[in-house]
């Protein structure tokens, strides 16, 4: 089975939705990212952690099948997030970052790491992952995420990297700011010619949107009514994505659309509960179960 | 072949998008659904115009296979309508509304109307919907088309309707204010309380919902570019999903999940034009190809 390597956040996060409030909670994209994925396949994950980064949540991970060697201690205090969730909770209010030991995150792949067939860039500097591409070897596909701050800051260093990708990973609203566009298959053909030849928009509530050889998938958000806190949920999909295709070792036509089914079921669970914990209790037969329901979502 | 019938409004629209400004166009519910419907099954509208009505625009109606029996001419102007649509278009802006004869609709059933197995109440006063019931007999199936203005404006006559309805049609705006749950599957549930037993949700752009026999279908939004005027997009695809159905004449988990994609279909085409022009010029293939790629969206 191929491995998935995920370059990342590992944060402590402070929450608060309707349903309630969690303070200082295991979180980061990495994190979230690698206990979908693990479900899947075996994770190596890169990422920055201080001094304060609970032994308890090391060995959770650890437990899940993702591979620790890449995850860096650093003298000062772990990445910390706070952050809100309102209305039809679709998009997170920060209310405070302090970036802390990641701040001067410089990743580096273990030797074991650098022939990893699929590789995530998670969202960090357009730089740090351009560095991570010059680490790794024939990788089979590379994926990339990132976010507005990118995207208006940094943009020229972002477009460099880009040319490199293989996928792309962003939510609708990103895409929009990208490419200039606010139609999606103008959106999509604009961003085709910044390198990525396979897009995956992210959007909320709707579900996902696949564009790959030039044919469109797409995926309903999971008609739930118990959401609880949507953090988390487009790096748990992007980890379900990477760890489905993985498992399935080559890239066709259908192993890309069970991935974003796959992505899609990890999410609808994750929402359901506050921080990851709910992502460490599935079992194989709810993936299963609820890869049916979706696929029954929209079955003639 | 079962046959539909539809009342609602036709009218002059003048609608501006940034594709251009279009005058006096045919327009209205009525207008758009039977155009849509008539594709697929004969068409029997209720509808009043004024005297100003184009009689091209009737004949065009009326090579259609839409049965003009029940279009009321009275003294007076035809509906009027102006709006515009900005950015993403998924939402008209309203410039003035001239209701002219509309004011003074009484919906009146021809007799030979009277037995049409799907009737369609398209979004007009609560009470007139209410009339139109006392005028048929033993229908197959009754849906309801509604809006913000009724929703907040005429509630309880609204809520008094639905008791007598097995379908209500509704955008996810409305579904919201109607039934004071932000979240989907929160407000289909309570919803289904009011009297429907089946609800589909208008989502513009990301597709439609179809909560049926207590199973959802999904459908898309068609990746199209080439949108140049979203008016009639509901109404078309309502059209399209009443004249599937009665075509297919009985009710059963696949006629509806059909029904949902050649509303879809008809919907994608409509808006590539303004008015109701491009539903006049759909072709079979074109309507059976396009539900082919709609089925191909989220096939594995």
Same mark, same amino acid.
């Given at each position: 089975m191929s491995s998935v390597l995920i370059v990342g956040s590992v944060a402590l996060d402070t929450v608060e939705t309707p349903a309630g409030k969690r303070e200082a909670m295991l979180g980061g994209s990495a994190t979230y990212f690698s206990m979908a994925a693990a479900h899947f396949a075996p994770v190596r994950l890169v990422a920055v952690v201080g001094r304060d980064f609970p032994e308890s949540s090391r060995r959770l991970l650890e437990s899940k099948q993702v591979d620790l060697e890449g995850l860096q201690t650093?003298?000062?205090?772990?990445?910390?997030?706070?952050?809100? #969730?309102h209305g039809v909770m679709n998009e997170a209010i920060t209310h405070d970052t302090q970036l802390n030991v990641f701040q001067g995150f410089q990743p580096v792949l %273990?030797?074991? #790491?650098?022939?990893? %067939?699929?590789v995530f860039l998670g969202n960090i500097d357009p730089d740090l992952q351009a560095e991570v591409l010059t680490?790794? *070897?024939? %990788?089979?596909?590379?994926?990339?995420?990132?976010? /507005?701050?990118?995207?208006?800051?940094?943009?020229? *260093?972002?477009?460099k990297v880009l040319e490199s990708v293989d996928l792309l990973v962003i939510n609708e609203g990103e895409l929009q700011l990208l490419s200039g566009k606010l /139609?999606?298959?103008s959106g999509v053909r604009e961003v085709t010619r910044m390198g990525p030849a396979s897009i995956i928009i992210k959007r909320g509530g709707y579900g996902s949107v696949l564009y790959h050889d030039s044919q469109w998938f797409f995926v309903p958000g999971y008609p739930e009514e118990n959401v609880v806190d949507p953090t988390g949920a487009g790096d748990s999909f992007a980890g379900g994505f990477m760890g489905s295709l993985a498992r399935a070792g080559a890239i066709t036509a259908t192993s890309v659309r069970r991935a974003m089914l796959y992505g899609s079921?990890?999410?609808?669970?994750?929402?359901?509960d506050f921080g990851p914990?709910?992502?460490?209790?599935?079992?194989?037969?709810?993936?299963? *179960? *609820?890869?049916?329901?979706?696929? /029954?979502l929209v079955s003639i």
């Open positions: 650093a003298e000062g205090e772990t990445f910390r997030w706070t952050g809100a #969730y %273990p030797d074991a #790491y650098r022939d990893t %067939p699929f680490q790794v *070897r024939a %990788p089979k596909l590379v994926a990339l995420d990132t976010m /507005n701050f990118w995207i208006e800051g940094a943009r020229a *260093r972002l477009l /139609n999606l298959a079921v990890v999410a609808s669970f994750n929402i359901t914990w709910k992502l460490a209790d599935l079992s194989t037969t709810m993936i299963e *179960r *609820r890869f049916d329901a979706f696929r /029954n």
